[in-house]
T-cell receptor, first 116, second 114 residues
Framework: AQSVAQPEDQVNVAEGNPLTVKCTYS??????LFWYVQYPNRGLQFLLK??????LVKGSYGFEAEFNKSQTSFHLKKPSALVSDSALYFC??????????????FGTGTLLAVQP | DADVTQTPRNRITKTGKRIMLECSQT?????MYWYRQDPGLGLRLIYY???????NKGEISDGYSVSRQAQAKFSLSLESAIPNQTALYFC?????????????FGDGTRLSIL
């Protein structure tokens, strides 16, 4: 079965410092990976996705993610954290093959807290 | 106005009651989904629909039912609510344009069952 793991429930970082939110995955075939962000009292918002090609994927709000096949990881990164980046972050992997399905398997989420 | 609208935003009800959560979208997407979010468990898929005539069970469909009344409307029902169905419920949509399309979420319904 396909799955994703977010090993950290919470990540604390000072404003201006680089941040990393970790995600590892397990799939049978090619991984299709996503990051979503959830702000308080809001639904999830798409940040970025990895399908194929360049291992460094750039997304919204200055975020990027690095795909590492040998380590089965897809860590979310940002060079300089902002207090407004404080939110709950979800990694997700697409389940299934071909174009018939679009089900996502979500991780348990990582709360990012950026201190001023 | 929001592209994906969920009503109500909050609901408190009693065990055994029938509850309907509604979702409507203006994105013109064919695919719609219902998830529940529980602390420490992430999001889990309840039901999904690829068009009006297509309804599929997700990971945790027991105790729930859905109706796709139109392309833009997808409702979730709890026929006889129980306390462990207390959770945050999200509706989402995605375009048919491929299995790699992002999902677009509503702002959620916080449901408490006493």
């Amino acid at each position: 079965a396909q799955s994703v793991a977010q090993p950290e429930d919470q990540v604390n970082v000072a404003e201006g410092n680089p941040l990393t939110v970790k995600c590892t995955y397990s799939v049978s075939g090619n991984p299709y990976l996503f990051w979503y962000v959830q702000y308080p009292n809001r639904g999830l918002q798409f940040l970025l996705k990895y399908i194929t090609g360049d291992n460094l994927v750039k997304g919204s709000y200055g975020f990027e993610a690095e795909f590492n096949k040998s380590q089965t990881s897809f860590h979310l990164k940002k060079p300089s954290a902002l207090v407004s980046d404080s939110a709950l972050y979800f990694c997700a992997v697409r389940e299934g093959y071909g174009g018939a399905t679009n089900k996502l398997i979500f991780g348990t989420g990582t709360l990012l807290a950026v201190q001023p | 106005d929001a592209d994906v609208t969920q009503t109500p935003r909050n609901r408190i009800t009693k065990t055994g009651k029938r509850i309907m959560l509604e979702c409507s979208q203006t994105k013109g997407h064919d695919r719609m989904y219902w998830y529940r979010q529980d602390p420490g468990l992430g999001l889990r898929l309840i039901y999904y629909s690829f068009d009006v005539k297509d309804i599929n069970k997700g990971e945790i469909s027991d105790g729930y039912s859905v109706s796709r009344q139109a392309q833009a409307k997808f409702s979730l029902s709890l026929e006889s609510a129980i306390p462990n169905q207390t959770a945050l419920y999200f509706c989402a949509t995605s375009d048919f344009g491929g299995y790699l399309q992002p999902q677009h979420f509503g702002d959620g319904t916080r449901l408490s069952i006493l």
